[in-house]
């Protein structure tokens, strides 16, 4: 087994145990791995170990890899900040976009989604702990928007994506976790839409997220290792 592998296998005991403890169905917790600055070849590992989603924060590298691995069945996501100009090539090649962050991106999305393709899968990245410096929506915005994104064809509105403030102690952790929960049920109240997923939960936090709802699990170090610092 190569150490990919066996960190992969640590992580989903770690998804397993959390599924237990807080009472989720088993199996309910996607993994989603994180491969932004990681090579195809560790991809290509990972996948042998049986992982099928990965998560790409900037799309030139993300494309390569995509070309590179294209005889693979990946399920590709976006994760990272989003440009304008870079939905084009976004809405062509990803199944999922974690990361919108603003109307005016999901229009775009929606326009240039080839419709071969089906639907995008979109998740409203929200800034939960409401830092000054992060990207998503204002948590009082959310319901509009998800409103306005509901409403465009060719993108299938999924639910919310936050990355909160690092904690240190479990309680800190599930707090903007649990205010996520709290803002997609309301969504669900407003919009009897069928949102189904809450993207959050990263290496240090899972099993918070997971006790709050976590549907995907956002794993980069905890399956590659420490990333190098550049
Ligand atoms: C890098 C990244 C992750 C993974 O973070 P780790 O701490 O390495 O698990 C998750 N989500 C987003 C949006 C990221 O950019």
Redesign the pocket.
């Known amino acids: 087994m190569s150490q990919h592998t066996q960190r992969l296998q640590k992580i989903h005991e770690r998804i397993q145990q959390s599924e237990h403890d807080f009472d989720r169905e088993a199996g309910s917790v996607h993994l989603l791995a ?1 491969s ?1 600055t990681r090579d195809v070849d560790d991809i290509r590992a990972l996948y042998a170990g049986g992982q099928r989603d990965f998560g790409e ?1 900037y799309l030139q590298e993300a494309l390569d890899k995509i070309q590179a691995l294209r005889d693979l069945d990946i399920g590709w996501h976006f ?2 900040p989003i440009q304008s100009n870079k939905t084009q090539e976004i809405a062509q090649h990803f199944d999922w976009v974690h990361s919108v962050d603003r109307l005016k991106i999901a229009r775009r999305l929606a326009a240039q989604r080839p419709a071969e393709l089906g639907p995008l899968n979109i998740c409203l990245q929200v800034n939960i702990s409401n830092e000054a410096s992060k990207s998503g929506v204002a948590p009082d915005e959310a319901v509009e928007i998800s409103r306005e994104i509901l409403a465009l064809p060719s993108l299938r509105l999924r639910g919310l994506m936050a ?1 909160p403030a690092p904690a240190n102690d479990f309680a800190s952790q599930r707090l903007p976790f649990c205010h996520l929960r709290a803002l997609l049920s309301r969504i669900h109240q407003q919009t009897a839409m069928p949102l189904d997923t809450l993207s959050m939960g ?3 936090d899972l099993e918070a997220a997971i006790a709050e709802g976590a549907t995907w699990v ?5 399956i590659f290792g420490p ?1 190098p610092k550049k």
């Not at 956002?218 to 905890?222: A, D, E, F």
Request: charged share 25%; net charge positive.
């Open positions: 994180v932004k924060n994760i990272g990355i990263m290496t240090d956002r794993v980069g170090s905890g990333r």
